[in-house]
């Protein structure tokens, strides 16, 4: 269960290699890379292949690749997809309080206007600069996911043309 829950955390669906018909699964512990595949599909290869491992379907055929140089570099390739992560809980966070706060404020205005029948501008104008603030937050997290995209292209972009080497060298099996 453990591992099913930190597989769909981990997840990465890639419409690139779904689009070139190709996906694969790159598994070391409880930390998967993957696209285009089933959640049940990953337990059962995290069973079947053990602890570290790269599959791939690439032009109808299965490949497993368990060799260590190979996977050191499919883990430096994939790193760098995680960059975001820790930036993207902190923004996470920030954007959590301040639509708090708007919720808060929003309240106490409506009850304002609710009891005393009259506007309440230093509300409002707290409540304007929360919604501002939350303007510019929401920009960063376009730029963030921009920037993840672009990583995770340019990685899946590497790795299949690691994979494509491996099965020319035989590194790559079936399964």
Do not use: C
Request: hydrophobic fraction near 40%; aromatic fraction near 6%; proline fraction near 2%.
């Amino acid at each position: 269960m453990r591992l099913r829950w930190i597989a769909a955390l981990l997840l990465l669906i890639s419409t690139a290699a779904f689009a070139e018909n190709w996906s694969y699964v790159y598994a070391r512990g409880n930390v998967m890379h993957a696209s285009s595949v089933r959640l049940s599909s990953l337990e059962k290869m995290s069973k079947r292949f053990g602890h570290e491992f790269l599959w791939t379907r690439i032009g109808g055929r299965e490949y497993v690749i368990r060799d260590a140089a190979t996977l050191a570099e499919t883990r430096d390739l994939l790193t760098p997809m995680e960059t975001t992560g820790p930036q993207q809980e902190a923004l996470t966070r920030r954007m959590q309080k301040l639509e708090r706060r708007e919720n808060e404020l929003e309240e106490q205005i409506e009850e304002r206007e609710d009891r005393e029948d009259r506007q309440s501008p230093a509300l409002e104008r707290e409540l304007r600069e929360v919604e501002h603030q939350l303007r510019v937050l929401e920009a960063e997290e376009e730029r963030l996911d921009a920037e993840q995209d672009a990583r995770e292209q340019a990685a899946e972009a590497r790795l299949k043309r690691l994979i494509e080497r491996a099965i020319r060298s035989g590194i790559a099996v079936a399964p």
